[in-house]
């Protein structure tokens, strides 16, 4: 216990009074950090997610988690974060293809499927390139970290964490390694919880995907809500799939 508490922060205001560095900080203009999402009606209104926060993203099967997520990291990347995604569904070549669809503007089946035309794959080659410059210029990154064996979350951090990132994408919570069974509802909201504690010790942001209901209401754990200090959830139907 004695160890633990070493760890903490501790702000005193009053008798021994040591809260002035804290106020100071919070006048000023240019220590406010705030990573704006890339999405112009979030940030108008929010400034964007703040390191050290949970930011979870939940959507119905097939809804399209793994397409907004993959935006926000090249996005995030763009601006010169070092970003990590840890694809627990798809392979590396998926990802890769799903991120070189979005630079090139290029039907991803076609990609995958070895079906570009010869001006196609300059178009392609010459998007990995603008790609790729884009973001030494800037300082950034964008790593896939593809486990090949099923991996805790304290497994899959504590490797990440090697890469030095600035953002931690998992995709999703319900295939990490250990958090199915009758009890899973409550396997889950320790996962979200030691996210939320890891992310803001390591000043650091986790996006963390799961799936919700047709309700809109996160799948077997309502614990990881209340654990995320951001929460975008959406609903897709047939409808708005078609619609795009």
């Known amino acids: 216990r004695s160890n633990r508490s070493d760890d903490a922060t501790i702000v005193r205001f009053g008798t021994g009074n040591n809260a002035d560095a804290v106020v100071k900080r919070l006048l000023d203009k240019s220590a406010a950090e705030y990573l704006p999402t890339g999405f112009d009606e979030f940030d108008s209104k929010n400034g964007g997610i ?127 390694k250990g958090v199915d069974g009758d009890d899973q509802w409550q396997k889950l909201g320790a996962v979200a919880r030691y996210c939320k504690v890891y992310a803001e010790t390591h000043n650091v942001i986790i996006v963390l995907l799961c799936q919700v209901s047709e309700e809109g209401k996160i799948r077997y754990a309502q614990a990881i809500k209340e654990h995320s200090n951001y929460c975008w959830t959406f609903v897709s139907t047939k409808e708005t799939r078609e619609a795009g």
Not at 103 to 109: Q, S
């Open 50 to 176: 703040s390191p050290g926060n949970l930011f979870t993203i939940g959507g119905s099967s097939g809804g399209g988690k793994s397409t907004l997520a993959a935006q926000l990291a090249i996005n995030w990347s763009g601006m010169g974060e070092h970003v990590c995604m840890v694809p627990l569904e798809m392979t590396e070549d998926e990802m890769t293809a799903r991120l070189m669809a979005n630079a090139a503007e290029l039907d991803v089946r076609k990609i995958l499927f070895r079906k570009l035309s010869t001006d196609e794959e300059k178009k392609y080659k010459r998007a990995y390139k603008k790609f790729v410059e884009r973001r030494k210029d800037k300082d950034g990154s964008l790593t896939f970290f593809k486990p090949k064996s099923d991996m805790t979350i304290e497994e899959i951090l504590a490797c990440t964490y090697t890469m030095n990132p600035s953002v931690i994408v998992i995709d999703y919570i319900s295939l990490l």
